[in-house]
C-alpha cells in the first residue's frame, strides 16, 4: 500500500475523499496537508480557525501538516513554498497527493504539475462526477458540515454556520453547483464515521 497525504480544507471534498482513502485501503494517510494565513490564522477563503483544523486531525487521528503563507500570496511564491513541502513529503516515503477537486480542469493540471515537480502522483478520486450526487453521498455515510463561508453574490452570507443538508442543498439556484465547486460556499466537517469523536467548533 502506497503512503499518501491528502490536500485538506478541512471541507466536505477532501473528507470524502479521506474516506474513500482510508475505507477503500487505497492508501496509508501519512498526513493532511493544509494552508494556513499568518495574519487569521485560518485557511485562506474557507476561513476555518487554526484550532479547527488541529482538533480535525486529532480526532481523525491523522497528523495536520500546517503550511504558512502571507495571504494573498503571489503564485510564483505560493508554488516554490508548496513544491517545496511536496518535496519533503516525499523524502519522507510520501508517492500520492490526493485530492478532492471535481471539475475544474486549469486547477488540477496545475496540481498535477506541482506534483509532477516533486516525483509525487497526484489522485482525483472525485473527478467528473455529478456534484449534486457527491455531496447526497456524503450526507448519505453520515458525515456533518456547517457551511464556513459563502463566495456568490447570489447565496446570502446568513448561511454561514447553518448546517448543510439535502434540503439546504436542493434550495440553491440552479446556477450554483451543489458542491460549491466554483467557490460558492465553503464547508467545514465535525462529525462522521471516521472521527473518534465531534470536533467541538462552537467553542472557537
Not at 481523525?60 to 503550511?67: D, E
Not at 494573498?72 to 516554490?80: A, K
Amino acid at each position: 500500500m502506497k503512503n499518501a497525504f491528502v490536500s485538506w480544507s478541512g471541507g466536505k471534498d477532501s473528507m470524502l475523499v479521506l474516506h474513500y482513502a482510508l475505507t477503500a485501503q487505497w492508501y496509508d494517510v501519512k498526513f493532511l496537508f493544509v494552508t494556513i494565513d499568518r495574519a487569521t490564522q485560518a485557511v485562506p477563503i474557507h476561513q476555518v480557525p487554526k484550532a479547527l483544523i488541529t482538533r480535525q486531525g486529532l480526532s481523525l487521528g491523522i497528523h495536520t501538516r500546517k503550511l504558512y503563507l502571507n495571504w494573498p500570496v503571489s503564485n510564483e511564491l505560493y508554488e516554490q513554498l508548496v513544491l517545496a513541502e511536496y518535496k519533503l513529503m516525499k523524502t519522507r516515503g510520501i508517492d500520492v497527493c490526493v485530492f478532492g477537486d471535481i471539475h475544474l480542469k486549469d486547477v488540477r493540471e496545475y496540481k498535477e504539475m506541482l506534483c509532477r515537480k516533486a516525483g509525487i502522483e497526484a489522485v482525483f478520486p472525485l473527478w467528473g462526477r455529478n456534484s449534486n450526487d457527491l455531496v447526497n453521498e456524503f450526507l448519505s455515510l453520515g458525515y456533518q458540515a456547517q457551511i464556513c463561508a459563502v463566495g456568490h453574490p447570489d447565496l446570502p452570507t446568513s448561511l454561514v454556520g447553518s448546517e448543510l443538508s439535502k434540503e439546504l442543498i436542493a434550495s440553491l439556484p440552479a446556477h450554483i453547483d451543489p458542491a460549491g465547486e466554483n467557490g460558492e460556499y465553503h464547508t467545514f466537517v465535525w462529525n462522521g464515521p471516521l472521527f473518534k469523536r465531534p470536533v467541538e467548533w462552537l467553542t472557537i
